[in-house]
Nanobody, 125 residues
Framework: VQLQASGGGLVKAGDSLSLSCVAS????????MGWFRQAPGKEREWVST????????YYADSMKGRFTISRDVAKNAVYLQMSSLKPEDTAVYYC???????????????????WGRGTLVTVSS
């Protein structure tokens, strides 16, 4: 397994939750990494991306200010810190690698070929 995500769970609206994704060293050192999510009945949508080399971060507009992506180079890990969670944040969250990125760029799931297993985040009202 090259991407291992964890940290999902059941929380209440307004709570915070942190997701983790550990990658193989070859993946982490070569590719950008990011998070997507897929709510029931909806398409998978991009959440955030981090350039694992320089740490530059990119966010979907709806996540800015509430979600923070970060990395730990020593652990080959990427984290997604989510705060002020809302019921509409309920989704399966997927870690991904080799996610296209750029200022104002919104990648789509079809552009990504490296996925980890999803972790379910449920936010109750």
């Amino acid at each position: 397994v090259q991407l291992q995500a964890s940290g999902g769970g059941l929380v209440k609206a307004g709570d915070s939750l942190s997701l983790s994704c550990v990658a193989s060293e070859s993946i982490f050192s070569t590719y950008s990494m990011g998070w997507f999510r897929q709510a029931p009945g909806k398409e998978r949508e991009w959440v955030s991306t981090i350039n694992t080399g320089d740490g530059a971060t990119y966010y979907a507009d709806s996540m800015k200010g509430r979600f923070t992506i970060s990395r730990d180079v020593a652990k080959n890990a990427v984290y997604l810190q989510m705060s002020s969670l809302k019921p509409e944040d309920t989704a399966v969250y997927y870690c991904a690698a080799d996610v296209p990125y750029g200022l104002g760029y919104v990648p789509v799931s079809e552009q990504v070929s490296k996925w980890g297993r999803g972790t379910l985040v449920t936010v109750s009202s």
